[in-house]
């Protein structure tokens, strides 16, 4: 494995609900992921992981604790230079694909770059290549209606890895898709994976925290278990 990537040290979030009565979501965290590692991250219902993905993903803040990025401390952000952080380090996959339906695959994979203010002719010249990477090489006129829900997870997962980020963060990717397509998402993950890419992947599956390399088990907001993944 290389440098460590995400460095998370004595992490607390806890969420006011008035008064003096705070809630506590995640309790003392520490977790190191080195470049190019393929974590899942396991918890049943309200166990922290949705939260400790936001914070990863530098949408959310933690209450306590120290959080570094590729050697930038997240904290001692502002929210210009945390939106650009993140949208230089981390790629996103949803449960739900998050696609706007008036936009076809191709825009929606291009999306990310007129963000980031590159030209329309490279954006969708990028984006043709990452949707022939993920194998919708023929479906880049398509709306989302016109897709199967791999097919859009796909989508997804091109327009996640168009800026390049090291992290590639995944949400109960499979969730939505039937056993096939979520197989090919999966096979999809480790092709990227071998590439270099780091994937943090949650998942209440085993049969999907399987495929990583590294799982990470949370309960009460707190890790209770960290292993390799069964065979």
């Known amino acids: 494995m290389g440098e460590t990537l995400i460095d998370l040290r004595h992490l607390f979030k806890s969420y006011d609900l008035g008064g003096k009565l705070a809630v506590p979501v995640l309790e003392d965290i520490t977790l190191q992921i080195a470049q190019g590692e393929y974590a899942a991250v396991m918890g049943p219902s309200g166990s922290g992981k949705s939260t400790l993905m936001n914070i990863i993903g530098c949408l959310d803040l933690p209450t306590e604790g120290s959080y570094t990025l590729g050697g930038e401390d997240v904290l001692q952000q502002n929210d210009v230079t945390l939106s650009a952080l993140r949208n230089r ?122 495929c990583a390399r590294r799982v990470i088990r949370l309960l009460d907001g707190r890790i209770v278990e960290e292993g390799g993944a069964q065979a």
């Open 89 to 210: 380090m981390i790629g996103f996959v949803f449960q739900n694909f998050n696609l706007l339906p008036r936009e076809t695959a191709l825009e929606n994979v291009a999306l990310p770059l007129l963000y980031a203010g590159v030209g329309r002719r490279e954006r969708l010249d990028r984006a043709r290549e990452a949707l022939d990477a993920v194998g919708l090489s023929d479906r880049t006129d398509f709306y989302p209606t016109q897709l199967s829900g791999g097919q859009k997870q796909r989508t997804a997962i091109a327009r996640a890895m168009i800026n390049r980020p090291r992290v590639l963060l995944a949400d109960e990717p499979t969730g939505a898709l039937d056993s096939a397509s979520g197989r090919q998402v999966m096979e999809l993950f480790d092709t990227l994976n071998k590439a270099g890419v780091t994937i943090v992947m949650i998942t209440h599956a085993q049969e999907i925290a399987d």
